[in-house]
């Protein structure tokens, strides 16, 4: 079986920063791309942002320029650095891993629980 823990949520006035982190544990025998989504009340689940085991990096076009993705694979991590807050970054942030847990076996989608990012008007 396999977590995905995130920590990093909280309140924060716009334009302030927040990191969010996310790690990964249990039967892990690799990682392939991890990421962000998030979700506000009343909206579906968007991306935010996703990097590769080899660290391309994708985002979602609301957050270019201000949130950063990274990860750190030794320690089966992914980051999200949030700057420049906004009100509407208000959201459930979710991390997802593709993990094989086993060599050879198909990777399979996991989530986290999520944390709440709050930027007040």
């Known amino acids: 079986q396999v977590q995905l823990v995130e920590s990093g949520g909280g309140l924060v006035q716009p334009g302030g920063s927040l990191r969010l982190s996310c790690t990964a544990s249990?039967?892990?025998?690799?990682?392939?791309?991890m990421g962000w989504y998030r979700q506000a009340p009343g909206k579906q689940r968007g991306l935010v942002a996703d990097?590769?085991?080899?660290?391309?990096?994708n985002y979602a076009d609301s957050v270019k320029g201000r949130f950063t993705i990274g990860r750190d694979n030794a320690k089966n991590t992914v980051y999200l650095q949030m700057n420049s807050l906004k009100p509407e970054d208000t959201a459930e942030y979710y991390c997802?891993?593709?993990?094989?847990?086993?060599?050879?076996?198909?990777?399979?989608?996991?989530w986290g629980k999520g944390t709440q990012v709050t930027v007040p008007t």
């Open positions: 249990g039967t892990i025998f690799s990682i392939y791309a």
């Open positions: 990097i590769a085991s080899g660290g391309s990096t």
């Open positions: 997802y891993g593709d993990v094989s847990p086993r060599l050879g076996t198909t990777p399979y989608h996991y």
